[in-house]
């Protein structure tokens, strides 16, 4: 998602970056936690060790460490070691790998033979240098009574400083973090964002390019923080490659002047995997990074892939609307139901994955806005209104129609209880029923009553942005707009950058909004948001406050 200020050569303005635009004119028209000290652990910009060190993808048994040196060598030795305590002294795990340009030089290794729910401390040493100390954890197993994990999205380092990233850092009673996508952007300098400068200063096209992106936003330290003091579950959305990507090409992408469009996913796919700390998947289906991860009884996170595999070109608005620009209804090709987001295979995938999990909470980590968003609403029978979006879930209806179906149960199978969608992608807040008529009261007949929240499949919370910029509704007229439209919305912030605790027991999950107060600098403050909760088998969010942390967390990394 973005929108740049300047760009060379001009394209055409993408959908998502239109609704910010179109909200915002419309609404005119219609008029805490104690912190742990961050210590002075992270790697410095010099040494062989300058990219800091990271964890990834945990298991029950094993997690993935991940650093990169900075060597002259053409191929180095690097060793590592983990251990239950932040001195290192109890050694469980060692190994080493050696390391060349043709990854580079970036270091993974599935440490395994671990156990679970158990929170470890590692380091690396090459040239006789050692790393800073990292902490991750294992996923449980058994009767699991707490989850709690930090969901973020949208870190765009030319946009602002990453405050967000320290503030968690600084919270010991994570499990883990969510990362669902934009990990980083692909635009050149003074393009989407002028606070700090890109490397290179232009796009981001080739794998040297790829590359040179990953090391200057794993340079920066706030990133290399939360990434030393938790492990983190990542999946890419567009940015990562370029913008509105789909299984063809993508909106910010240039057929022979930025080159063929499967080598440029090649390559971004390359460097991703050399430098995120995910589990490595078969080179011969590189685009498949769809993964689930267990926490014993209580929860299970399907990971969705949602933008190179199976992802039908997005179709365009073309019904304009004063004050709105363009918007779509959904008639004609956008009822194909031979369009997917996610394609055959993982559909069948995900589908397969609800009906069988034993986990109590059915988490689907995903990049964009599973809840309508209309500009005008109507009861489907009506034909549901006019949309803003058509590169989120509403531009595939009868997609979405098919993940419903799973979850309301079709086909003689049972319902799927206790869905709870986590999305990222839109740089702003939001906390939604998910139900597929909002706009008919006629619960009986499908519809939804907004005051109950009857009618209701399942929940949805969406995360805001590291630093990417949403829009500015400084009196929330374009929250109040938006929420007139859409009853099942029950909570919109379009200001604020920051991120998304959520918190599970077998009781009930809460979502809390955590926000930063600039990402123009530095800066060491935060506040609360807001909070909502879906208690077991009520598939409703209700209004809540927020949790308090268990006592004695693990220590952090020193």
């Known amino acids: 998602m973005g929108h740049p200020i300047r760009s060379a050569p001009p394209r055409r303005e993408g959908n998502r970056r239109d609704f910010f635009r179109r909200t915002g004119s419309a609404a005119a028209a219609l008029a805490a936690l104690p912190m742990l000290p961050v210590t002075a652990g992270a790697a410095s910009a010099s040494g062989v060790f300058r990219h800091g060190v990271a964890s990834g993808d945990p298991l029950a048994d094993r997690v993935v460490l991940w650093t990169r040196v900075t060597v002259a060598a053409a191929a180095v030795r690097v060793r590592y070691v983990v251990a239950t305590d932040p001195a290192l002294s109890t050694v469980v795990a060692s190994g080493a790998m050696r390391t060349s340009a043709a990854r580079d030089f970036t270091v993974k290794v599935d440490a395994a033979g671990l156990q679970p729910g158990t929170t ?101 330290p706030d990133l290399q923080e939360v990434h030393r003091q938790h492990p983190m579950i990542a999946i890419w959305d567009d940015h990562e490659v370029t913008n509105d990507s789909w299984q063809g090409g993508a909106e ?119 809840a309508h968003l209309k500009a005008q609403g109507a009861p489907l029978a009506a034909g549901g209104g006019l949309f803003f979006n058509p590169d989120q879930w509403d531009g595939y209806q009868p997609a979405r129609d098919r993940v419903y179906d799973v979850i309301k149960g079709s086909g003689g199978r049972r319902p799927v209880r206790n869905v709870v969608v986590l999305t990222g992608d839109i740089h702003s807040s939001w906390a939604n029923d998910l139900t597929q008529d909002p706009n008919n009261p006629d619960v009986a007949g499908g519809g939804y009553d907004a005051r109950s929240g009857e009618g209701s499949r399942a929940v949805e919370f969406v995360t805001t942005s590291v630093s990417s910029p949403g829009l500015s509704d400084p009196n929330g007229t374009t929250a109040a707009f938006v929420r007139s439209v859409n009853p099942h919305i029950k909570y919109v912030d379009f200001n604020r950058r920051g991120y998304l605790l959520v918190d599970a ?25 807001a909070a909502f909760e879906v208690r077991e088998g009520e598939a409703r969010l209700r209004p809540a406050t927020a949790t308090e942390p268990p006592a004695d967390p693990p220590a952090p990394a020193p």
């Open 505 to 529: 027991t077998p009781e009930r999950v809460v979502g809390e909004w955590w926000y930063v107060d600039t990402v123009e600098a530095t800066s060491a403050a935060q506040t609360f948001g």
């Open 252 to 370: 910010n992408h240039t057929e022979g002047a930025e080159g063929a469009w499967p080598q440029r996913v090649a390559e971004a796919v390359q460097a991703y995997r050399e430098w995120l700390p995910v589990r490595d998947w078969p080179l011969a289906d590189p685009k498949r990074l769809q993964r689930a991860f267990r926490f014993g009884n209580l929860a299970e996170i399907v990971m969705l892939e949602s933008r190179l595999q199976g992802r039908s070109q997005q179709l365009d608005a073309t019904i304009p609307v004063p004050g709105l620009g363009n918007v779509f209804a959904q008639a004609g090709d956008f009822l194909d139901p031979a369009r997917s987001l996610l394609g055959d295979r993982q559909e069948a995938w995900l589908a397969g994955r609800l009906r069988t999990s034993r986990g109590l909470w059915k988490f689907i980590g995903q990049q964009v806005m599973f």
């Open 120 to 220: 470890y401390y590692y380091r690396f040493e090459c040239d006789g240098e050692i790393s800073p100390v990292g902490r991750t954890r294992t996923l449980p197993v058994g009767d699991v009574s707490r989850l709690r994990m930090a969901v973020v999205s949208c870190s765009n380092h030319a946009a602002g400083y990453f405050n967000a990233y320290a503030r968690i850092a600084e919270r010991a009673d994570l499990d883990l973090v969510l990362h669902l996508g934009d990990y980083f952007y692909e635009y050149g300098t003074n393009v989407y964002g002028s606070v700090r400068p890109t490397e290179p200063p232009t796009e981001t096209v080739t794998l040297a390019d790829y590359r040179t992106r990953h090391a200057q936003y794993k340079n920066d």
